[in-house]
Structure formats: C-alpha cells, structure tokens
C-alpha cells in the first residue's frame, strides 16, 4: 500500500511518499530513486519507508494490516492530506 501525504501550509507544500516495506529488486530500486530525484526539481518531495512488520507468521492478514495502519498513522502529521494509491486499482471515491 501506498499513501501520499501532502502536509498543507500556506508558504509551502511538502510531499511524502510513504511505503511499507523495502523493495529489494534492483530495476525498482533505480526507478525510484530516478522519480524521486526528478520530483525533487519541481516540488518538496521525500520517499519514508515504513518497516515490514517482523514475526508474522502467527498473525492474521487482517491483525498484519491493523498493525501497518497503525505504523502508517504514526507517520502522519496533523494537516496531512492523504491520497491512498492501491495496488488493486480499484477507484475509490470520497464520500
């Protein structure tokens, strides 16, 4: 899952990417770092990699989520706006 979070101050807009877990695969790795260099030149923009939860093979997949949420709100910041980015792609629409 991935959220970006733009915290909305007046004088400047500062853009977080914020992803769970760290990808290993060497053509991701450097198409990454790629965007997050070229973002860098128009806006304030940082990647935050929240760890991978460890010893999870005695929990549910819903306790592992419940347990990223939790991570991914730590990180959050009063102000922030969230845009989820789901890997699904299915379109989601506020109410």
Do not use: W
Not at 21 to 40: C, L, M, P, S, W
Not at 43 to 48: D, G, I, V
């Amino acid at each position: 899952m991935l959220n970006l979070c733009a915290n909305q101050n007046r004088t400047s807009m500062k853009t977080t990417l914020l992803v769970v877990g760290r990808t290993v695969e060497q053509h991701f790795i450097t198409a990454i770092n790629d965007y997050v260099q070229r973002t860098k030149r128009y806006l304030s923009f940082e990647m935050e990699v929240i760890p991978e939860l460890k010893n999870t093979k005695s929990l549910s997949m819903e306790v592992q989520k419940e347990k990223e949420g939790e991570l991914i709100l730590k990180a959050l910041q009063p102000g922030d706006v969230v845009v989820l980015l789901d890997e699904g792609g299915k379109k989601k629409c506020a109410p």
